[in-house]
């Protein structure tokens, strides 16, 4: 079954352009293996847990999903639910680590079970070597990724990217990184953005998440709702990703996705001031 419309990106000027909304693996892994008896029952249900959960983003209709050698055991639990489905179906991106870019994918790879899709990088040196494993066609799509959009504005400059993976600096309450999107429309690069459900959205943490809410509020829609909608309002982001650790978290997410933002909250003059 092909994903839903709504769930696929939006038409843009982009090379490459993933699914509309993901999956982040970041939450699927555990950060040190077991070895004891008691850990090793507890890795078990953490597998069980994490396999669960893929399974109902992909019940959810979500298609993208992105892991990291550095999500512990993440890229081993994904792929064991993603091995199930029929590979043309779904894409998979994970990240280079370390000073051999074809040995990290590689690694990657026989982890998932999978050939990977997207291949996010931090490193210049790892670029001359992704961009001829694209041209050979081991990868479809290279990427950038960074917490500093300055960083990845740079990188769309000096390479040729299909996509940057932006962790912070793009939802409701911090837009600072819409410079780097606006280049990236220029550029013909898609933007992946995650983060945006922050402590703040979830938990109404500020006086600007606060005065966010009250507007939301008047037109039906929760801050997470809104936090959700929000990235992709501009042409240059295609993606966003949703970190979950449970089904019924990412069942919670996907049904606020599902659910439609009116067009009348983002022309609403209070909620533009606090945008602004």
Known sequence: MAAPSHLLAPSTTARFRPPRFGLGGSHLGNPEPADNTADNTADQKADETAVATVDAAYQAG??????????GD??????????????????????????????????SSERLGLAVDLV??????????LDRLRRDGVIKALGAVSDDWREL????????????????????????????LDRCVARG??????????????????????RLFAVCERYGVSLPQAALAFPSRHSAVTSVLIAASSPAEIRADAALV???????????PELLRLLS
């Open 62 to 71: 979500i298609r993208f999903f992105d892991t990291s050698p550095a999500y």
């Open 120 to 129: 996010f990088a931090q490193d210049d040196a790892a670029y001359p070597v």
């Open 74 to 107: 993440s890229e081993r639990r994904l792929g064991t639910a993603l091995q199930r489905r029929p590979r043309g179906e779904f894409l998979v991106s994970t990240k280079v680590v370390g000073d051999d870019p074809e040995g990290s994918i590689r690694a």
């Open 258 to 268: 599902r659910q439609p933002v009116p067009e009348r909250l983002w022309k609403d």
């Open 153 to 180: 504005d740079r990188l769309v400059r000096d390479v040729e990217l299909d996509c940057v993976l932006l962790t912070t600096h793009y939802e409701l309450l911090d837009q600072s990184a819409k410079p780097l």
């Open 189 to 210: 690069v898609s933007v992946v953005v995650s983060g945006v459900l922050t402590p703040q959205v979830l938990h109404v943490e500020t006086i600007q998440a606060r």
